[in-house]
T-cell receptor
Framework: GQQLNQSPQSMFIQEGEDVSMNCTSS?????WLWYKQEPGEGPVLLIA?????ELTSNGRLTAQFGITRKDSFLNISASIPSDVGIYFC??????????FGPGTRLSVLP | NAGVTQTPKFRVLKTGQSMTLLCAQD?????MYWYRQDPGMGLRLIHY???????AKGEVPDGYNVSRLKKQNFLLGLESAAPSQTSVYFC???????????FGEGSRLTVL
């Protein structure tokens, strides 16, 4: 089936560092979503993007909807230990099912 | 706010046994989904429903059945469990319009 590519696959960073990850697709999406999953929990929606070029922030998180509608980026500023988890991107078009990326696993070292 | 609730949270089955996972949402969402999550495979769609009384197959539907008799509930059944169905199962719901999807906490199933 349709797949999204996420990079990096995993990353280890020091507390206080900024983090960047991205998600790419061969198809166009009308909505891009970013989720975070902590161990033993379900994915939690962080940011939803609805318009090409849109830049949206949620606290220390900032996400952008790529102008080509085929990619999206998530940045985390000044990372803290509770940022640890797996970050998933998802693409969606109305009337179709969601397409998820394989996730980026983030580890934050104190 | 309960959101999306899944029961049970954990279950161990023997090969050939049957069971049902229950998903309940209190957000009046039309769309409901069942996913399975396996290491390195991401989230894969099993079945979904676009409204009460409707169901449709997703990416990996074999070995599973679903029912949506009430708008707030979406049941996932395994008629004859197999070890390949050992996984973490997630239910999710959404309006289908905004594109936002809300997940339950997951149900961890082990088939021996």
């Amino acid at each position: 089936g349709q797949q999204l590519n996420q990079s990096p696959q995993s990353m280890f960073i020091q507390e206080g560092e900024d983090v960047s990850m991205n998600c790419t697709s061969s198809s166009i999406f009308n909505t891009w979503l970013w989720y975070k999953q902590e161990p033993g929990e379900g994915p939690v929606l962080l940011i939803a993007l609805y318009k090409a070029g849109e830049l949206t922030s949620n606290g220390r998180l900032t996400a952008q909807f790529g102008i080509t509608r085929k990619d999206s980026f998530l940045n985390i500023s000044a990372s803290i230990p509770s940022d640890v988890g797996i970050y998933f991107c998802a693409g969606h078009n109305y009337g179709q099912n969601f397409v998820f990326g394989p996730g980026t696993r983030l580890s934050v070292l104190p | 706010n309960a959101g999306v609730t899944q029961t049970p949270k954990f279950r161990v089955l023997k090969t050939g046994q049957s069971m049902t996972l229950l998903c309940a949402q209190d957000m009046n969402h039309e769309y409901m989904y069942w996913y399975r999550q396996d290491p390195g495979m991401g989230l894969r769609l099993i079945h979904y429903s676009v409204g009460e009384g409707t169901t449709a197959k997703g990416e990996v539907p074999d070995g599973y059945n679903v029912s949506r008799l009430k708008k707030q509930n979406f049941l996932l059944g395994l008629e004859s469990a197999a070890p390949s169905q050992t996984s973490v199962y997630f239910c999710a719901s959404g309006t289908g319009y905004t594109g936002e999807l809300f997940f339950g906490e997951g149900s961890r199933l082990t088939v021996l």
